[in-house]
């Protein structure tokens, strides 16, 4: 299944410009996902376990050590 991701990330930081960028470069450097950016959000679409595996695998980076951040996120799925 084919899904189209549009997340927004907030980093809870006085600093948070480099996480942003930091996020989306990591996202870009995944094979098989187009990621797509706007001055509001980012668009991320591929195969389902593909998007979904490397989301969770950038987002844990984004929470770690004692980074604190919010995502919000609207998913669509095509058959």
């Not at 980093?11 to 996902?33: M, N, S």
């Not at 990621?35 to 969770?56: C, I, K, R, W, Y």
Request: charge should be negative; aromatic fraction near 8%; proline fraction near 6%.
């Amino acid at each position: 299944m084919h899904v189209a991701v549009e997340l927004s990330l907030y980093p809870l930081t006085d600093q948070f410009v480099p996480p942003i960028l930091d996020f989306i470069a990591r996202l870009r450097d995944r094979p098989g996902l187009a990621v797509v950016t706007n001055s509001m959000s980012t668009q991320v679409s591929g195969e389902f376990d593909v998007v979904f595996e490397a989301l969770g695998a950038e987002m844990g980076r984004s929470f770690a050590g004692d980074r604190r951040a919010v995502f919000v996120m609207k998913v669509i799925g095509t058959p």
